[in-house]
């Protein structure tokens, strides 16, 4: 399994990014999913996923509720991660994640996924 996440960048407060997570090597449907970010000193937080149900159904952290948005596509073996509405605190690398065998009450918990993307760095001016 390989993911490569894309769409970092400098922003201004108020503004969008889009990042992808292009995987190799699985199946949407049998592995859970995850976006986490992790900024400078703090540890590595839950942003959104997918249970590997490999229904619609995502799970967000509350700060992410209302601005960030994920999506996947499985034609394209992709996953999103549509950021509108971005604030400073935002600030961080996002990573994503994917695992077989996790389950759904532990999608919040990074140390449950066996696999990383290189992660993309988001940058918010203020």
């Known amino acids: 399994v390989q993911l490569q996440a894309s769409g970092g960048g400098l922003v201004q407060a108020g503004g969008s990014l889009r990042l992808s997570c292009a995987a190799s090597?699985?199946?949407?449907?049998?592995?859970?999913m995850g976006w986490f970010r992790q900024a400078p000193g703090k540890e590595r937080e839950f942003v959104a996923g997918?249970?590997?149900?490999?229904?619609?159904?995502?799970l967000y952290a509350d700060f992410a509720k209302g601005r960030f948005t994920i999506s996947r596509d499985s034609a394209k073996n992709t996953m999103y991660l549509q950021m509108n509405s971005l604030k400073p605190e935002d600030t961080a690398v996002y990573h994503c994640s994917a695992d077989r065998s996790i389950i759904l009450s532990r999608l919040r918990d990074a140390r449950g996924y066996h696999f990383w993307g290189q992660g993309t760095q988001v940058t918010v001016s203020s």
């Open positions: 090597g699985l199946t949407f449907s049998s592995y859970a």
């Open positions: 997918f249970n590997r149900s490999g229904g619609s159904r995502a």
